[in-house]
Structure formats: structure tokens, C-alpha cells
């Protein structure tokens, strides 16, 4: 362009200015193309602006790109030529750039003197010597990051040398609830302190779908855990309900040349098993579904009271051999799988395993022993879905060569 042609364009007087936009919207951090919506027979010759904006213009086909490095609406300007007479003419071009939504949410630490205060994010590596080794890890949600709050969601586990179970627990803790953040981790921690010496007590036979003996021992713990909890609300002067939590617990052991798995829940969340090598998927856990659509259902006494609802909620399974077995609260559970039959789905855990947990849990990782596999989960957990922001856990069980790390 030449210097008569940048002062023919400046000298367009400013209330004849022309508008225009880009079509789509552009967000900040994220790669962005978009066609421009521009007067009729409007030449562009150069543009003012979007330099600093990291964008380009590509004037031949109207099309701005780039990754966009601030969020607002911005007015670029447009010098060019218009009509058969090819008079010069700008264009204002407003270009609208949202935020990244990570940057909307504030990250608020929990009060640690508070009542039931509890760290805001945790995780844990534990080997066995049968050859098993557990990695977990919990996050709080960002709301309740934004707010400051507690993270209500709770984890435990434990390997029973003496009895070679290990029992493994994660709990959601009701958002509605002042002090689910206390039910979830009594439950979870009451699982894991009694379930294996229970399980020892039974006799091998009964490890089988919807066997009564077995039902009733897991029930027997899990009413254990109800009743603690009744009795931190009467201590802390406060409602039954206001510690109410979700409860997933499973319980494996090796036996001869397989894994024994037995899992029993209340509410919602996922636990499954998941083997690579053939694709497939076996659910140990069955959505909990409460009186209204959308609502789950929580530890208590008296859900604990129906026998014919318990059994729905036991599962057994024996594997020779699988890749993980997965525990997860429905703050994973919903956004990668949003429903129970796609949380049940082979193709979808292939993807989900390939793209998502497999570079985590590589044989390579778990091999040296450390908790760097469950740091690794534990910023996974941070991943972005829109809408998807509640409390974040999940376990996994995972055979692997033997350590000389024993769990206590």
C-alpha cells in the first residue's frame, strides 16, 4: 500500500465509517477462525489492531484467526476500497473475545480451623504384597472452590495383610448437607477399618451374586458407619441429614490363581472393572436412584432395613486377571460418562481408558513404587467440562508386579 493510499484511507471522515463483525465469537487460550460479516462490495486492504490480539486476517478469503490472548470487545479497523468506483472506505470490525472459564473461578482455601475441616484435595499410593497396589485421589469441585467451601467428597483405603483383603471406599457427600463432608468420611473410613476382618469370618461359599450371608455382612459394616454418623450429629447437635452421603465400597482379595471383587453402594458414582486387553467391562455398582428424577439416595439407617434393595446393591465378581478396577464418585462418573449405560459401555471405556487414564496408570509408572501416579490423578482431576464442577474422587485398584512396598 502506498503512502497516498494510507492517507486517502485515514482521511475517510469517522461518520462515514462503515460496521462489521465477526461472525463467530473467539475465546482467550483457544484456537479461533471466523468468516467476517462486511458491508457489500467492501475490498479489504489492510487492518489496524489485531496484532496485538495474536490474530491474524487472511484479507483474500475475510477470515480472521489465532489464539487470542485477552477477552472484551474490541473494534479493529478495516481499510479498504467499496462500490464499482472503488472509493476508499473503513470498516469498524468488532471482534467479541470471551474469557477462559478457568480464569472466572476463584480457588478460595477452606477455613482449616473449622468444624470438620479437612484438606481440599488428597491422594495415596498403597502396594500390596499380593501383587495389588490401590491409587486414589480427591479434589474439591470448583464451587466449592469459588466459595471457599469444603470439599465433601472422602476416600479410604486399606490392605489387610493378616486377612490378604483390601477394602477400598469413596463417598459423595450431599452438596444440600451442612456437614456431608464428616458423613463421607466416617463412612468411608468405617468401611475400611472393619470390612476385612468381617469378610475373613465367612466361608468361601458364600461369595457368590445375591447371597444373603454375604449381603448381610456388608450391610452389618455399612449400618456400623450409619450409626457413627448418628451419633456425630447428636454430639454436634445437628440433623441425621445433615451429614448425608453416597457410599461405594469394594473389597478384593486374591484367591488361588483369580481376584475375588465385592462391591456394595448406596447412591451414585460408578465403580467397574475395566480390562484393556479384551475390551471389556463389568459393573460392580448399580445407580441409586431416590423418589425424584435426577435425586440419589443416601446412607442410612433405614434404607439399610430393605433386604431385597441390599442384594441389588451387591455385586460379585472373580477375575483371573484385569487392567483396574475403578471406584469414582459422580463428580467423574457424570461428566465423562453422563449416564449409567454409557458408564457400562465398552467402546466408551476404551476411549475413555486410551485418551484419558492409561498414561497415568502405565506399567512403568506403577513399577517404581512412589506416589507419582497418584500426584499424576490428582491433577487429572482437575480436567474442564462445562457445567461439570462438583467434588472429584477416584480409586483404582491395579495389578501389577509385586512391591516390595507392603500396605499397613
Known amino acids: 500500500m502506498t503512502t497516498s493510499d494510507k492517507q486517502s484511507y485515514s482521511s475517510v471522515p469517522k461518520e462515514l465509517w462503515?460496521?462489521?463483525?465477526?461472525?463467530?465469537?473467539a475465546r482467550v487460550g483457544t484456537a479461533f477462525d471466523s468468516e467476517l460479516s462486511l458491508p457489500a462490495d467492501f475490498v479489504i486492504h489492510s487492518s489496524e489492531g489485531l496484532a496485538v490480539l495474536d490474530l491474524e486476517l487472511d484479507k483474500e478469503k475475510q477470515v480472521v484467526s489465532g489464539v487470542?490472548?485477552?477477552?472484551?470487545?474490541?473494534?479493529?479497523?478495516?481499510?479498504?476500497?467499496?462500490?464499482?468506483?472503488?472509493?476508499?472506505?473503513?470498516?469498524?470490525?468488532t471482534v467479541n473475545?470471551?474469557?477462559?472459564?478457568?480464569?472466572?473461578?476463584?480457588?478460595?482455601?477452606?477455613?482449616?480451623?473449622?468444624q470438620y475441616a479437612r484438606p481440599d484435595t488428597w491422594h495415596s499410593t498403597m502396594n500390596g504384597s499380593d501383587g495389588m497396589r490401590v491409587?486414589?485421589?480427591?479434589?474439591?469441585?470448583?464451587?466449592?472452590?469459588?466459595?471457599?467451601?469444603?470439599?465433601?467428597?472422602?476416600?479410604?483405603?486399606?490392605?489387610?495383610?493378616?486377612t490378604g483383603w483390601w477394602v477400598i471406599a469413596v463417598a459423595d457427600g450431599a452438596g444440600s448437607a451442612p456437614l456431608s463432608r464428616q458423613g463421607a468420611q466416617v463412612a468411608v473410613k468405617t468401611m475400611t477399618d472393619v470390612l476385612p476382618e468381617r469378610l475373613s469370618t465367612l466361608d468361601g461359599s458364600v461369595f457368590v451374586p445375591r447371597n444373603e450371608t454375604?449381603?448381610?455382612?456388608?450391610?452389618?459394616v455399612a449400618a456400623d458407619a450409619a450409626r457413627k454418623i448418628e451419633e456425630d450429629a447428636i454430639f454436634s447437635g445437628s440433623k441425621v441429614t445433615d451429614f448425608s452421603t453416597t457410599l461405594i465400597a469394594t473389597a478384593i482379595k486374591r484367591v488361588d490363581d483369580e481376584w475375588l471383587c465385592v462391591s456394595f453402594s448406596i447412591g451414585d458414582g460408578g465403580c467397574v472393572i475395566w480390562d484393556a486387553p479384551t475390551s471389556s467391562v463389568?459393573?460392580?455398582?448399580?445407580?441409586?436412584?431416590?423418589?425424584?428424577?435426577?435425586?440419589?439416595?443416601?446412607?442410612?439407617?433405614?434404607?439399610?432395613?430393605?433386604?431385597?434393595?441390599?442384594?441389588?446393591?451387591?455385586?460379585?465378581?472373580?477375575a483371573p486377571s484385569f487392567t483396574a478396577l475403578f471406584l469414582m464418585t459422580d463428580g467423574v462418573s457424570d461428566p465423562w460418562f453422563e449416564t449409567e449405560t454409557s458408564l457400562q459401555n465398552?467402546?466408551?471405556?476404551?476411549?475413555?481408558?486410551?485418551?484419558?487414564?492409561?498414561?497415568?496408570?502405565?506399567?512403568?509408572?506403577l513399577a517404581k513404587g512412589t506416589d507419582g501416579t497418584s500426584?499424576?490423578?490428582?491433577?487429572?482431576?482437575?480436567?474442564?467440562?462445562?457445567?461439570?464442577?462438583?467434588?472429584?474422587?477416584?480409586?483404582a485398584c491395579v495389578p501389577c508386579v509385586i512391591s516390595d512396598t507392603k500396605g499397613t
Not at 481499510?79 to 473503513?90: C, E, I, L, V
Not at 454375604?214 to 452389618?220: H, I, K, R, T, W
Open 18 to 25: 462503515q460496521h462489521g463483525h465477526c461472525v463467530k465469537a
Open 68 to 93: 487470542p490472548n485477552k477477552a472484551g470487545e474490541f473494534d479493529i479497523l478495516l481499510h479498504g476500497t467499496s462500490g464499482t468506483n472503488k472509493k476508499p472506505a473503513t470498516v469498524v470490525l
Open 97 to 114: 473475545v470471551n474469557p477462559d472459564p478457568l480464569t472466572l473461578w476463584k480457588d478460595i482455601p477452606s477455613d482449616p480451623d473449622g
Open 135 to 162: 491409587i486414589a485421589a480427591s479434589r474439591r469441585g470448583r464451587r466449592h472452590a469459588h466459595k471457599g467451601d469444603y470439599r465433601d467428597d472422602a476416600a479410604s483405603m486399606r490392605y489387610c495383610q493378616d
Open 214 to 220: 454375604l449381603c448381610e455382612c456388608m450391610v452389618s
Open 282 to 318: 463389568v459393573p460392580m455398582s448399580l445407580a441409586d436412584s431416590g423418589e425424584f428424577a435426577g435425586e440419589t439416595r443416601f446412607l442410612d439407617s433405614k434404607i439399610l432395613n430393605d433386604a431385597e434393595q441390599c442384594l441389588d446393591r451387591l455385586f460379585v465378581h472373580r
Open 346 to 365: 465398552a467402546d466408551k471405556w476404551k476411549g475413555f481408558w486410551a485418551e484419558q487414564l492409561e498414561p497415568i496408570f502405565a506399567e512403568a509408572n
Open 375 to 395: 500426584k499424576r490423578l490428582l491433577m487429572w482431576l482437575e480436567f474442564f467440562i462445562a457445567g461439570e464442577h462438583d467434588d472429584r474422587t477416584i480409586a
